[in-house]
């Protein structure tokens, strides 16, 4: 299979999702595409089933979802996918335009991207499912306040008066997103200005319309 789309005409979207009710690295990525406004094909692979690493792996060199085709390029890995649809759709602006507004939505949208792994492993996404709050830990009441610190941080920041972290929608709430959907089905406490910042993302168009369709699914995982 030729490794690049360049000079082939070649511009189609593809991007392979898992699905919609269990994939937090692939609902980053579509919303990521979603804010670009171009058409795109969605491929739907069921996770955690007999036939899902065979299925991913005919998409992605990596074995993981989501992955993005480009023509025949493929890139993989929900950020590399975010900064090359920045790339691809400057006009789209995914990214804050001023500069430090921009490094500090890139740091904390990595911080996203590297971190948290009490918050994901003991509040797995689940996003039709309402859940009790795993037992109390401190590495787990760290990853919750730590992520409430970044969104009133950002806001009071480099909020522009705007409902998202940096004002507009940016990839940095592309990355918060499937916090948003785990801290909807364990209901942790938050304070005011965390919860404001839950109902801007879950009242989100592009949100809303992937909720919908993971309601819609008909695959259930007993222990996501
Ligand atoms: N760092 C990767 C992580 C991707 C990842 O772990 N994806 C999971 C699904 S959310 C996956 O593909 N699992 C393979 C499987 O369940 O077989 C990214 O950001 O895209």
Known sequence: MAQTNEGTGDDKLTLVIGNKNYS?????????LEMTGAPFEEIVIPLDREETAAAIAAHS????????????????????IAEYLADLFPAAALWPSDRQARA????????????????????PM????????PPKAPALDADIARICEIWQDCREHFGQDGAFLFGSASIA????????S???????????????????????PA??????????????????
């Open 24 to 32: 937090s690295w692939s609902l980053r990525a579509w919303l990521a």
């Open 61 to 80: 060199p990596s074995r993981r979802v989501p992955v993005l085709k480009h023509g025949a390029f493929q890139v993989w890995d929900s950020l590399a």
């Open 104 to 123: 500090r939505a890139r740091t904390v949208t990595a911080e996203m991207h590297a971190g948290f792994a009490t918050l994901r492993k003991t509040m």
């Open 126 to 133: 689940d996003l039709r499912a309402r859940r009790a709050l």
């Open 173 to 180: 709430d592309a990355f918060f997103a499937p916090v948003v």
């Open 182 to 204: 785990r801290f909807a089905t364990y209901r942790p406490q938050l304070s005011d200005a965390a919860e404001r910042y839950v109902a801007t993302i879950w009242e989100w």
């Open 207 to 224: 949100m809303q319309s992937w909720a919908a369709a993971a309601e819609q699914e008909p695959w259930h995982i007993e222990n996501p």
